[in-house]
């Protein structure tokens, strides 16, 4: 069975649980993928499957994508991506991938891949957590400053800005991954997972979600 499924953020909501306490959950519209490759350790050196999500029109993608999707006997995808597998696949091309994977209680919990939002080029309070300079005392227009950058160095090394200082640059729009999360309920017929917590990205951004490799 294929582990992962490619889908798109919907946005967030409540849900009740079990014991009938409000669950912050993110909806995830997962799926329907088609295999679009199968490989396998005979000839390629291991085993894995493609995934395609999200029809786009003709004009939107290549020559390449097209062909390769037409073997499939599928139209060109938005969003490509091969997931490993610790077995041999028991899909063949061209098979539809749903919801249904993560079905029973193999798929508890399951790992959600982004990218984070972008926040542009931010300060060192935003982007690290710095506390910044104090609020009295003399200090004028420099707040939000990161203080001194090449001081206190080591002997023979110099005031040189070492690297992996934390200083303000640009921020986010990174690929991230949340673990562990919990799996609430799985909508079939909506292909809809309700996934419980925070999941990277805006509302509209590309999801891989597979089962958790830390809690399965």
Known sequence: MIPALLGT???MTLILGE????????VV?????VVLQVKNKESDGYDSVQLGFRDVKPHRSTKAMIGHAAKAGTGPKGAVREVRLDAPATVA???VVTVDVFAGDAAKYVDVVGTTKGKGFQGVMKRHGFGGMPG????????RSPGGIGASAP???GRSVKKGKRMAGHMGQIRCTTSALKLLKIDAENHLLLI???VPGPVGALLLVRRSKKRG
């Open 29 to 33: 519209r997962a799926g329907p993928c």
């Open 93 to 95: 091309v061209g098979d």
């Open 155 to 157: 002997r023979g090394t």
């Open 136 to 143: 009295s005392h003399g200090t004028e227009r420099k707040h």
């Open 196 to 198: 419980r917590g925070s």
């Open 19 to 26: 014991q009938g306490v409000a669950e912050t959950v993110t």
């Open 9 to 11: 953020k919907m946005g």
